[in-house]
Structures are given as structure tokens and as C-alpha cells.
């Protein structure tokens, strides 16, 4: 898989879940002795696309930049149960120190890339491309945007700054779609302008009102094919995209109407994490037991 831009807060990410895990220091490694090294792998317990290697690397050498390590799987790949991800080789106790941390990068993120390659799977040979939302986790918003693009995803807006779209009550306070599309090409007349809409009357307010981009809100199929059918016949068409109530059951009926973007909440909302363990053995002694940092 090509490389992925990182986002330009990864390090800061990092910094943060690292402060609310370590605070003043770990007590536990503590008991470990200062000198004591020890070779760690991780290891996945079930089949998962892999997301988060660059946080978790810059968790470890944030922790000792003398740390070696060496990644078996890259962002991107899938992963079978059983597979080894990571050899690490180092000082002990930054190592235990960082298990928890590096290991919740992994799981989150590999949690989202892969739910995004089952439905990215699942509109494959349709031209409709599959979106994520704002419905993130608090702070981790641009870490999961990339895990979507890691699992074949596309990204929606990242954040308010970046897009408008125009939902119910930015309608209900500006007084009708035509009044706020044309606020907002007021105020940022670069930027693309998207419109949501409960009804296909709705949507022809949004054709009038020249929006860019028209977000179908919880449309039945056969709404989804005359709201298509109406965007095809006018001169200047609009994407479409359909959001609300779409599953992995039902995604490609939805792309099957013709619409340009499919959006899922869950994606980034519904996670489950992937099961990910790392096993650590004391170089010259005996081995750790596997997962001792909780």
C-alpha cells in the first residue's frame, strides 16, 4: 500500500496519551531492574487490516530512542490471527512502560481501517466511494481519518474548518436552503458548499439554490434512484452522497442507486478494537508472562 500522509498531530497525540498513562512515572516498571533488557513482539489474535505503526514507534522512542525495532506489516496490510507485527529489542523498562499505549493506538486504529476495508469490499466494482464523518473519537479525530484512508476509505470534511455543510438547523436559523447556501457562499466563497435534505422536494430547494453537493438524508432506494434520476437530468449535476441507516447488508443496494458517496458513521463511532498482545522475555532470563501491563 502507497504511504498515507501522517497527520501533523500525531506527535502530539502521543505526548498526551502517554501523560495520562504515565503521569509522574510507571511505578510498575519500577520494579524491573534499571539495567534489565528484554525483546518484545506483538502479536495479533485475530485476522485485522493493520493501522497505527507510526504512533506506536513514536511511542517507544519517545519512551528511549534506543529502542530497535522492527516491523513485520505495514499500515494497510492484513493481518492473519497469530501474525508477529513487531520485534522490539531494548532497555526493559521503557518497553513495559509503552506496551499499553502503543497497543491501544494499534487496536483502535486497526479497528477502524479494518471495518473500513469490509464496506470499501464491499462497493467494489460500483462507482461509488465510501466516506467517514465527524463522529469520531474525542482527540483521535485525524488518527481515525487515517485509518479510514488505510481501510479504502475516503475522507469526508475533517473537521468544521475545512467544509460546509448545511444540516437542519443551519436551515431552521437561516431561514431556508436558498438563504443559507447563499450565506455560505458569502463567507467562504472557495469552499465546497453541501446541503443535507430529508426529501426530494428538499432536494429541489438544493438544485435551485446551486449547491455543490447534496447529502441525502435516510432515503429509501427508490427515492435514492429519483433523486438521482432528477440530478442527471439537470444541467449542472450535483454529488450525491446517502447517509442514515446503512450497514454492511445494505451499503451496495445504496450505492446501486447511482449516488457519488456513500457515508457511515460507524466507521469511526461503532468500534470494536482489534485483540493485539505484546509478549516481552528479559534477555539472559526467563520469560515475562504475555500482556503484563493492563
Known sequence: MKQLPLPADLDLTVERALAEDVGAGDLTA???????????????????????????SAVFRRLDPA????????????????????DATGRARPLLTGERTALNFLQTLSGTATLARRYARALAGTHCQLLDTRKTLPGLRLAQKYAVRCGGGQNHRLGLY?????????????????????????????VRVEVEVESLGELDEAF???????????????????????????????????SGGVDLETVRTVA?????????????KHLRVIDLSMRCTLVGDAPMAPGSCT
Open 256 to 268: 446501486a442507486t447511482g449516488v457519488d458517496f456513500v457515508s457511515v458513521g460507524a466507521l469511526t
Open 30 to 56: 519500577a520494579l524491573v531492574p534499571a539495567n534489565a533488557r528484554c525483546r518484545a513482539q506483538i502479536v495479533t489474535r485475530e485476522a485485522a487490516v493493520l493501522c497505527g505503526v507510526p504512533w506506536a
Open 162 to 190: 475545512d467544509g460546509i455543510l448545511i444540516k437542519e438547523n443551519h436551515i431552521a436559523a437561516a431561514g431556508s436552503i436558498a438563504a443559507a447556501v447563499a450565506r455560505a457562499r458569502a463567507t467562504a466563497p472557495a
Open 67 to 86: 529502542i530497535e525495532l522492527t516491523w513485520r506489516a505495514a499500515d494497510g496490510d492484513e493481518l492473519e490471527a497469530g501474525q508477529v507485527l513487531l
Open 208 to 242: 435551485a439554490a446551486e449547491a455543490d453537493m447534496a447529502l441525502l438524508d435516510d432515503f429509501a432506494p427508490a427515492d435514492l434512484r429519483r433523486a438521482v434520476a432528477a440530478n442527471q437530468a439537470r444541467h449542472r449535476p450535483l454529488l450525491l452522497e446517502a
